[in-house]
């Protein structure tokens, strides 16, 4: 999305210290979104995450939770508004938590970008601009195409943002083809 300047996949929401997969505790898997306010509104993102998945069924684990982390008042209540409105339009109770963010734990290494690190020849580029991990993990072109090979995005959008994705020829066309591939 215009305005997301970087995503990382992580754990919050439990007491344990340092949670890791195996052991996560009481956390849940989770999403940390950066993004610009100035280009993109935290109701836009609230928008985006109530279409991202069905949050009228219970999950069967606290790890597994759909839950909104709000930061100040003025998100809790956008999300208590936008979950109400969704409820409203679904006909159906929403379970989705909403509550108070606490820390924010980074999930392991090959958790991150998952879908871009399906991809060894577009990795292999991006390890070269990136060669430390959390440069990577941290890299808004690293983000964007990530969403690009799981199917998010419009390829003329695609083609504006190329010059700042900082991939080679070779390198856009293998992006183009996993594009297409994937919109077919």
Known sequence: ?????????????GQK???????????????EID????????????LV?????????????RQYMSAIFYHNDEQRRQALETK?????????????????FGKFYLAEDYHQKYELRRHIDLMRELMAMYPRDIDFVNSTAAARINGYVGGHGRPEDLEANFAKLGLS???????RAILKRRKQ
């Open 169 to 175: 020829a070779a390198g856009r066309e293998r992006l």
């Open 1 to 13: 999305m215009d305005g997301v300047i970087r995503t990382r996949v992580g754990y919050s929401g």
């Open 84 to 100: 109400a409105f969704e409820e409203s339009q679904r006909g159906r109770k929403i379970h989705t938590e909403i509550v108070p």
């Open 49 to 61: 995450f109530w279409q991202g998945h069905d949050p009228t069924y219970k999950s069967w684990s």
């Open 17 to 31: 210290i340092d949670p890791t997969y195996r052991s996560i505790g009481d956390h849940s898997e989770t999403i």
């Open 35 to 46: 993004y610009n306010p100035k280009r993109l509104s935290y109701k836009d993102l609230l």
